[in-house]
């Protein structure tokens, strides 16, 4: 059996920091302000478990620095997608790689391209289709996560049928007026409008009348407005699907006060089956994406491109999806 590779992941165990500051000290990554002494923590460890040296060799065989970098949008970073980054490093950097993520921060991608070099790019819904030029100029493959269904080597998932999801477990369990709680942070609008447009479309292929769209704050006293805004109609809503399982904790914040019972009176869905949705006072029914498929799949895609001699099998474009079926529906 051959012996495992070391990994970033080691080296940041070994040397007690995170495996961010690893890639930041092992990459020279520049505008990181990372004490002399960390540095030295981190070297030494790398060195002692001889992963400093192999990515040497690697970068002297391939004439590159064997960086990937993984490029953010300018976004809150929640529980789904670090599940997602974590993955997509993982298969990585078991080939030698070292990954590098970096937030887009308003910056051109030839821009980033120039500073770090990296040998593939992967795109977090960074960058639109058009703005993928200067990498295809300099020949570096790049991947991507895909929230509408376009372009190549990217994985998909598909929000409209996350929306469906949500919409056709209400439906099924015959509620017919359904209401939509919508994220107020301003950058969830990419992945809520396929949510919407799937619950949407689900209604009206069903005879029954669109939902009612409230945006739901992340305050108790709000919510309960929005909540009453649902509740408070000539057809009251009696089930809301929730833009995630925030906005869902939300609504139920906001139930308990406008006194109004769950799922008794409103039956609540998610997305993410984040851990606090399970620890909810009602557990919350949730939509469910395979971060891991995501991750990996997005992570062999990239190979396929750095590495063809491999003959790596083409991944799945989509992730597993499913329903969580818990107390609050």
């Known amino acids: 059996m051959s012996e495992r590779r070391v990994t970033s992941r080691d080296v940041a165990q070994r040397a007690g920091v995170s495996q961010s500051t690893v890639s930041y000290v092992l990459n020279h990554t520049p505008g990181q302000s990372i004490s002399a002494a960390t540095q030295a923590r981190v070297l030494q460890a790398a060195e002692e478990l001889g992963y400093t040296l192999s990515a040497a060799a690697r970068a002297l065989r391939s004439g590159s620095t064997g960086v990937v970098v993984g490029v953010l949008a300018d976004a809150p970073l929640g529980p789904v997608v670090v599940q997602v980054l974590e993955a997509f490093g993982q298969v990585l950097e078991s080939q030698g790689y070292s990954v590098v993520f970096q937030r887009r921060r308003g910056r051109s991608l030839d821009e980033m391209l120039r500073a770090l070099a990296p040998v593939a790019l992967a795109q977090f819904a960074a960058f639109a289709p058009d703005e993928l030029g200067a990498a ?81 704050p992340l305050y108790p006293d709000a919510a309960t407005r929005a909540v009453r805004r649902l509740r408070d109609r000539e057809e009251p809503v009696t089930a809301a699907v929730a833009y995630d399982d925030e906005v869902a904790l939300a609504l139920l914040a906001g139930a308990h006060g406008a006194g109004v019972r769950v799922p008794e009176d409103l039956a609540v869905v998610g997305v993410d089956d984040v851990p606090l949705a399970r620890l909810a006072l009602p557990p919350i029914t949730t939509v469910r994406v395979h971060t891991g498929d995501t991750g990996t799949g997005l992570a062999r895609h990239l190979l396929r491109l750095l590495q063809p001699e491999l003959g790596l099998p083409e991944p799945d474009d989509e992730p597993s999806i499913d329903l969580v079926t818990r107390a609050s529906t």
């Not at 056709?168 to 209401?179: E, I, K, M």
């Not at 994220?183 to 939902?211: D, E, N, W, Y």
């Open 136 to 216: 295809r100029q300099r020949g570096i493959p790049v991947v991507g996560v895909s929230v509408d269904g376009t372009g190549g080597n990217v994985v998909r998932i598909p929000q409209e049928r996350v929306g469906e999801i949500q919409a056709a477990h209400l439906l099924d369990r015959g509620h017919t007026r359904l209401g939509y709680a919508a994220s107020a942070h301003p950058l969830a609008v990419v992945l809520m409008r396929g949510r919407l447009a799937g619950v949407r479309s689900l209604c009206a292929a069903r005879g029954l009348p669109a939902p009612v769209v409230v945006d739901v």
